[in-house]
């Protein structure tokens, strides 16, 4: 099979097409035909092996996992002995976590972090949902705890987790504040944010309305600007955020630690996010994806063998929406 593989962190160019063998799935796994894949910021983060810090889990002087990417969509192929809920021909969608593997014709992964794919989206679109979908549904549902008629502002609202999040904290009956650059306000609202901010022309950290929960996800401002428009009570979720500006020790991590060395101080909840995949959130995507609740959107798709230039495009900091690779 094709795939894309590094075997030393670098700029795009250490990615590389290869030839290797179609894996076989385990008792516990599934062989999925991979259809799409998506990019997320991950991704050049682990291509990068940057900040540096993360090259502790991630591996000292190359990425352990060979074949990059995590989001997937396509079609069971076989499945492994154990393997009870998933059936060969079952279209299905997931994210492979740290083991990575999605840029790459075929994928095994363990049968818990697969679910059946929206059946009203394309394959693309379902690629376009794991990471960020869970991202975006447990910063606001679950550390944030929006509840309906909370207030909720995003920074980055354009973004591949902004644009899920928006439609999400509506789901959710949240008013909502989209924060991004003048040429994605319309984008942005027609999600269904009901306020659009500009950065480029106004500060949201002076704005006068005041947000139950701010769900941060750019790491351009300080904690004092964020919590300067949350409640006395409100909640400050943390993502990590951060551009490649020619490789950091600690990159988005700084700002996570300050929030969480000031938590135990201030009124204000600050809570930090790490998004974990699984079948459950998983679930979750579908029924709001099958609700008409959430549609992903699709800024560019490339084919598989330019990875490299899809990779190039995103940590250029402005990508709209989601990156697409059809398989
Ligand atoms: N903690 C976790 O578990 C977790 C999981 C997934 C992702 N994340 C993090 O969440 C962050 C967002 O991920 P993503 O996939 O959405 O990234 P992304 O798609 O690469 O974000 C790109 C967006 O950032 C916006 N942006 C750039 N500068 C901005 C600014 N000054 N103010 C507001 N928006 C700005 C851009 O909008 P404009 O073009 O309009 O400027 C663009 O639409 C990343 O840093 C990622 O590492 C964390």
Not at 55 to 83: I, N, Q, Y
Not at 85 to 91: F, K, S, T, W
């Given at each position: 099979m094709k795939a894309i593989v590094q075997d030393r962190y670098g700029p795009p160019e250490t990615l590389t097409l290869a030839e290797l063998d179609t894996p076989v799935p385990a008792a516990d796994?599934?062989?999925?035909?991979?259809?799409?894949?998506?990019?997320?910021?991950?991704?050049?983060?682990?291509?990068?092996?940057?900040?540096?810090?993360?090259?502790?889990?991630?591996?000292?002087?190359?990425?352990?996992?060979?074949?990059?990417?995590?989001?997937?969509?396509?079609?069971?192929?076989?499945?492994?002995?154990?393997?009870?809920?998933?059936?060969?021909?079952?279209?299905?969608?997931?994210?492979?976590?740290?083991?990575?593997?999605?840029?790459?014709?075929?994928?095994?992964?363990?049968?818990t972090l697969v679910a059946a794919a929206p059946a009203n989206l394309t394959a693309q679109q379902a690629a376009a949902l794991p990471l960020a979908g869970v991202t975006a549904l447990l910063g606001l549902r679950d550390v944030g705890q929006v509840e309906p008629g909370h207030r909720v502002l995003i920074n980055g609202a354009s973004g591949g987790v902004g644009t899920l999040a928006v439609q999400l904290a509506k789901a959710l009956g949240a008013t909502v504040t989209g924060v991004c650059s003048t040429r994605n306000v319309d984008l942005v609202r027609s999600l269904g944010a009901d306020h659009v901010v500009d950065y480029t022309r106004e500060d949201f950290a002076r704005d006068a309305r005041r947000h139950d929960v701010v769900l941060d996800l750019v790491g351009n401002r300080s904690l004092t600007a964020l919590r300067r428009v949350l409640t006395p009570t409100g909640t400050l979720v943390l993502s990590g955020g951060g551009v490649y500006r020619g490789g950091s020790l600690v990159g988005p991590v700084w700002l996570i630690a300050r929030g969480r060395l000031l938590a135990p101080f201030v009124r204000q909840r600050i809570a930090t996010l790490a998004a974990a995949p699984g079948r459950q959130h998983l679930d979750t995507l579908r029924a709001h994806a099958e609700a008409g609740r959430l549609t992903p959107v699709i800024d560019r798709t490339y084919p598989l063998h330019e990875v490299p230039e899809a990779i190039r495009y995103l940590e250029g900091e402005h990508a709209r929406a989601k990156v697409v690779i059809s398989v």
């Open positions: 796994e599934v062989l999925v035909r991979v259809e799409a894949a998506a990019l997320n910021a991950y991704d050049w983060h682990a291509m990068r092996g940057d900040p540096r810090l993360a090259r502790l889990t991630m591996g000292r002087s190359a990425p352990r996992a060979r074949v990059r990417g995590r989001d997937f969509a396509g079609r069971v192929e076989a499945v492994g002995a154990g393997v009870r809920q998933v059936r060969p021909g079952d279209a299905v969608f997931g994210d492979l976590g740290e083991a990575n593997g999605a840029f790459a014709e075929y994928v095994c992964v363990p049968e």
